[in-house]
């Protein structure tokens, strides 16, 4: 088992500002473009009830079958602000463009909720599978802790759970209201790539029903 921690140097002025903020359908957004970044043709999100808080209180689960957050990169993913892996990077692994590079899309959890963890599992270059967890909470934005670095037998993906959230979303109840912000932000990209899957709270995203109309537009040559 192996224990690590990694400490982010900014400050928390920064972070209330410009990371914590961003409304909850946007944050919800980031996490499905950094599971979609990461290949996953499966993501699936829902709502179970919280093991803190009142008795009916619920958190929000984040589930994709990607290729995971890999244990000799943490450092950087989570220890650099600002300096995100999609900024060297124009595609992904399977060929689609990536989303987003400033570096700060997994801070906007915390929008969301005081607590996060994230479950990774991932594949090394010697083909063994590996998962390990990573935890951190609004009171202290800027560190998160790794641990029980351990070979498994599950397949590749992130798991992505937030708790003790700001506050009850009504979407939460009724999922549809969530669906009806979110599928025209994905449609054209599920359309454009027909093996993503995106499912809330057992309600799948069809991107034909949220396209109107498409029109082919033929531009000039760039000189």
């Known amino acids: 088992m192996s224990n690590d921690m990694v400490k982010v ?7 209330a500002e410009k990371i914590t903020r961003a409304s909850p359908v ?8 950094n599971a979609l970044d990461a290949d996953a043709t499966e993501i699936k999100i829902t709502f179970p009830l919280s093991s803190v808080g009142t008795a009916n209180d619920k958190k929000i689960v984040i589930q994709d079958n990607g290729s995971g957050i890999d244990w000799g990169t943490k450092t950087f993913l989570f220890g650099h602000l600002g300096g995100s892996w999609k900024k060297t990077k124009i595609v992904s692994d399977q060929g689609r463009k ?8 997994r ?20 083909g063994n599978n590996y998962s390990f967890t990573i935890n951190g909470h609004k009171e202290e934005p800027t560190t998160f802790n790794f641990e029980h670095h351990i070979e498994t037998l599950n397949q590749t993906g992130v798991c992505l759970e937030i708790d003790e959230l700001e506050r009850q979303y009504e979407w939460l109840e009724d999922p549809q209201k969530l669906v009806d912000e979110i599928a025209p932000i994905f449609s054209l990209y599920m359309k454009n790539n027909r093996d993503i899957h995106l499912n809330i709270s057992g309600i799948s995203i ?5 396209i109107v109309r498409e029109t082919d537009i033929l531009l000039d040559d760039i000189e």
Request: hydrophobic share 30%; charged share 20%.
């Open 9 to 15: 140097q900014v400050t928390d002025g920064y972070m």
């Open 26 to 33: 946007r944050a919800i957004c980031e996490m499905i473009w």
């Open 98 to 105: 990536l989303h987003g590079s400033e570096g700060h899309g």
């Open 107 to 126: 801070f906007k959890s915390y929008a969301l909720g005081r607590y996060v963890k994230w479950e990774s599992t991932y594949k090394t270059l010697s």
């Open 206 to 210: 069809n991107p034909d029903v949220y």
